[in-house]
């Protein structure tokens, strides 16, 4: 049976560990989705050295450990003398991370619209970047709102990386709370039931917006 009195008594920490860790995936998750178009756009832009500056970056990165960046960040850039605290740390790894997932999401939804579109705004007038941003990138992201959706949920759930590094997030409170009381499955279902409060309703949003966009098409 779950001891609730230690939920109680310490739900000021569970509170700031549960708002820091909003905060954190929100800040990664615009990070990530710009950084993520930007790269998607290089993979598939005619010129062949961007094409390898995007592979070279969604290669490398999903190809290493969450945790590997965040310490990059957190204990490789103050030998280069720049310091940052955890939590900054942190969602820079989470932002960085995550970016080339949601790259290879956009790539895909880019490559899904017509070519037509693209030679159609180029033959209106349109520059290259200009076609991309205003015809096909809003067509491209439409198409990839499930996988995009799937990917902020594991954002969300990844930010726990920030616990490793001090970074005030509901892990982080949550080993408190478990060194205060000397409990550890009771302390970790309450920190587990406040990542279902954000990962639910969106996990729910996502498939709501999946059987919306299938009517459509």
Known sequence: MLDFSILTENLDMYLQGFKNTLIASLIALGGSFVAGTLIAVLRIAPSRP???IGAAYVEFIRNIPIILITFIFYFGLPTLNIRMDGFTAGTIGLAVYTAAF???AIRAGIQSV???QMEAARSSGLTYVQAMYYVILPQ????VIPPL???FINLVKNSS???VVAGLDLMYFG???ASKTFVTFDVYIFVSLFYLIITVPLSLSVGYLEKRLAKGY
Not at 140 to 143: E, N, P, R, Y
């Open 161 to 163: 990386i920030l616990g």
């Open 149 to 151: 959706g799937n990917q």
């Open 140 to 143: 491209a992201i439409k198409i």
């Open 175 to 177: 080993d408190l709370v």
């Open 114 to 116: 017509p070519n037509g």
């Open 50 to 52: 961007l094409n390898w």
């Open 102 to 104: 949601i790259a290879e």
